[in-house]
């Protein structure tokens, strides 16, 4: 089975950064996703990690350890826009969500 | 525009009468599934298709139905919907099976069952 888990809130000031961690303990693993949901929307793509180390993507950046279970996705010069949920997935041919990440931006 | 769209948006329905989301893409993916969000469980798998006619079940599949007759559509059945079956309902397609492949999300459905 998979067991996937990442904090339940954040809040951070616009500009700032803010780490999101995700953990996680299942029995296969081809990947990780992560996904930014805003309210009442449908979850879009971020990033995609299969080899341990950093991707970066402009403002979004995330980062894999294989032999530790662990992701996070960075969010650097935080803008309002940015307020979502943010959803760490792992793919073994069937994608596991975790119960997602709120992020809150403050002015 | 390449999407995934979902009908109907929002719906509350009563207990026992049958329902059908409908699921459409234009992306000739092969691969499609469907997902319920509930606060504080995340999205759960409930049914998904490799390709025409080939559906299996995911984490959650009891109470639903699928049928994959063309590779486009992917409708969800709710032969008897219960309250527990009130949720967000999400579905996705992606290229193939690949596990690198990004699955892309229709706008989602809300059912309230009473």
């Known amino acids: 089975g998979q067991n996937i888990d990442q904090p339940t809130e954040m809040t951070a000031t616009e500009g700032a950064i803010v780490q999101i961690n995700c953990t996680y303990q299942?029995?296969?693993?081809?990947?990780l996703f992560w996904y930014q949901q805003h309210a009442g929307e449908a979850p879009t793509f971020l990033s995609y990690?299969?080899?341990?180390g950093l991707e970066e993507k402009g403002r979004f950046s995330s980062f894999l350890s294989r032999s530790k279970g662990y992701s996070y996705l960075l969010l650097k010069e935080l803008q309002m826009k940015d307020s979502a949920s943010y959803l760490c997935?792992?793919?073994?041919?069937?994608?596991?969500f975790g119960a997602g990440t709120t992020v809150t931006v403050r002015a | 525009e390449a999407q995934v769209t979902q009908n109907p948006r929002y719906l509350i329905t009563v207990t026992g009468k049958k329902l059908t989301v409908t699921c459409s893409q234009n992306?000739?993916?092969?691969?499609m599934s469907w997902y319920r969000q509930d606060p504080g469980l995340g999205l759960r798998q409930i049914y998904y298709?490799?390709?025409?006619?080939?559906?299996d079940k995911g984490d959650v599949p009891e109470g639903y139905k699928v049928s994959r007759k063309e590779k486009r559509n992917f409708p969800l059945i709710l032969e008897s919907p219960s309250p527990n079956q009130t949720s967000l309902y999400f579905c996705?397609?992606?290229?193939?099976?690949?596990?690198?492949?990004?699955?892309?999300f229709g706008p989602g459905t809300r059912l309230t069952v009473l």
């Open positions: 996705a397609s992606s290229l193939d099976r690949g596990s690198y492949n990004e699955q892309f």
């Open positions: 299942t029995s296969g693993f081809n990947g």
């Open positions: 990690n299969v080899l341990d």
């Open positions: 997935a792992v793919s073994d041919y069937k994608l596991s």
């Open positions: 992306m000739n993916h092969e691969y």
């Open positions: 298709s490799m390709n025409v006619e080939v559906t």
